[in-house]
């Protein structure tokens, strides 16, 4: 170490010293810490034993009540009937702690209806019991109800009042509006459900339903319950139903049923479709829960946040029951002021519409599945606005899909048509390249693959050519893919014999279950996966036909001849209105295909404009060029 280096470290240390001796606390200042933290110790030792007295008496009254009730019940023969009130107020109480008042009743049912929903509510619980959407009906035709809160539902606070845990799933409220059956007008209709303790003690579920929306506000009152909730203010909500079945073929909408949480980084969770149970969990917090069908959704919002939020979903093994699967969700939130507090949410029962979902600018048109990336752009920005567009003029949805697929041909037509050129160049240029196949045995790899590329450049061919438009047509073909099933529109539109084009058009069903046919293939035959097979097999044969053969490639020509085989098992469960579509899409490929070689393109012509190409002046190679061609020789010499 030099001089230089010592001095430095030696100011440093000295810095350093003199700054811990010019902030060093004075006696005064070490005094007064020592006094506040000695206070701050005893203020907890205080806060300790109230809790701990409080907990204790909670505990002695419980055995009192318990030990009163054992001593009551022993003597039962002899009781009197105030004897029996009191020890039936004993258990209720035992039971149901500050909510003891609200533990029995008879249940009653509470319509509202706006004009497109009929919502049920029932006291016990004070919760949604049911939601018929009216627009729609079940592929069997009837009402459409999103969920029932039957014996296994669950909608409720669970809470820790005076040291007793409780739910209020099954606990009776009080409705402030008695009416059996109320009508939405033109202005928002409220309805409110009281969980009393007292007049000026309780819970209160608020519910407004509004005009022509799917959307209903819900507000959660927490009143005069400070003392009750003061230990333990943390609150639970949950909410667990059972899923039901509105489509035809159980195994689609199974696989297209699942529950998504927005979380509140904007990040989009969602279970599985496919696994028979899955669960997520998070200590961060959400935003909104939907539990989406196939073609609807229940979706629980916050105004604020859900904090904490656990998922869970189930599948129904059952085949014959009614029900899909069942899900489970709850969630916590803190009150701040236990004495009085507002917790605002809303509900949204309704159809997976993408326009209508995106409305409300919450991102709930997530939960239709369009594709991720690219895929989804091309649905939002291009389909979804040609769609919308041919029905608002066009009633026949088989007449759209059919206008769709040819906007969408005509559109690509110039990715087409210099796909087919790039190929009849190949073509043509064929028996050239055998010629250098010729010249340059085994060993002359690199000879061969220098000289056919100069063959390529001079003639203005390129093998890439015919494969890069059809790339670039390929996100089209997916989004497509995922379009049509999550397609409400198509829900129960009929078209020839397909009387709904949103699933399996079955010209042929049977019951019985076969061995792995009837789980892989379906129970039934679907028409319009025939002829998109057919017509798949038809395009393959004559776009195979103008392609040169690649003999580094023999298997390739096999591959595409089995595909078709393969759609008609994997289409047969698929919607009608996708296979259609497919359908229609191979009909103008090959209507295309024959335009093109017929009336179109001259192979003769495009040999003798590519022989003059090859008279023009040579190009100079690009840097590109020469860096690929460096790079082949050193493998080369490597070699």
Known sequence: ??????????????????????????????????????????????????????????????????????????????????????????????????????????????????????????????????????????????????????????????????????????????????????????????????????????????????????????????????EELRTNPYITLRWNHLIPGLERGRDWELNNTNIHIKMSDDEIEKLSERKDEDSFASKGSAKWVACKQQFFSSILIAEGQLDNPTVKSKKIEDVNSKYLKSFESEFTFSLANTNSETQKYKFYFGPNKFSTLKKYDLKLETVVPLGWGIFGWVNRFVIIPIFNWLGGFINNFGIIILLLTLIIKLALFPLTYKSYKSSAKMRVLKPQIDELNKKYPKGKEMEKQQATMALYKKAGASPMGGCLPMLLQFPILIAMFRFFPASIELRQESFLWANDLSTFDAIVEWSVQIPLLSNFYGNHISLFTLLMAASMLISTRMTSANQPTNSNMPGMKTMMYIMPFMMIFWFNKYSSGLSYYYFLANVFTILQTWIIQKFIIDEDKVLAQMEANKKKPTKPKSKWQKRLEDAQKMQQKRK
Do not use: C, W
């Open 1 to 226: 170490m030099d001089k230089n280096s010592v001095i430095g470290l030696v100011v440093i240390g000295a810095l350093l010293v003199g700054y811990m001796l010019l902030t060093k606390p004075s006696k005064e200042e070490i005094a007064q810490a020592k006094h506040r933290q000695d206070s701050i110790v005893q203020v907890e030792k205080l806060r300790d034993s109230i809790i701990r007295a409080e907990q204790i008496k909670i505990v002695q009254e419980r055995d009192s009540l318990n030990g009163t009730q054992k001593a009551l019940t022993e003597n039962i023969d002899t009781l009197t009937a105030a004897q029996i009130d009191s020890l039936k107020d004993i258990s209720l109480t035992t039971e149901y702690g500050i909510f003891k008042n609200s533990a029995s009743g008879a249940e009653e049912f509470f319509i509202i209806e706006n004009d497109i929903m009929i919502i049920t509510l029932t006291n016990r619980g004070g919760k949604i019991y049911s939601v018929e959407l009216k627009d729609y009906k079940t592929y069997n035709q009837e009402p459409l109800i999103l969920f029932t809160n039957d014996s296994t539902a669950v909608f409720g606070l669970e809470m820790i009042a005076q040291g007793k845990a409780l739910l209020t799933n099954d606990m009776y409220f009080v409705p402030t509006n008695t009416a059996a059956t109320q009508k939405v007008g033109d202005k928002p209709l409220t309805t409110a459900m009281r969980l009393e303790v007292s007049k000026d003690k309780y819970i209160e579920y608020v519910y407004t339903v509004h005009p022509d929306d799917y959307m209903i506000d819900f507000d959660i009152n927490m009143v005069g319950l400070g």
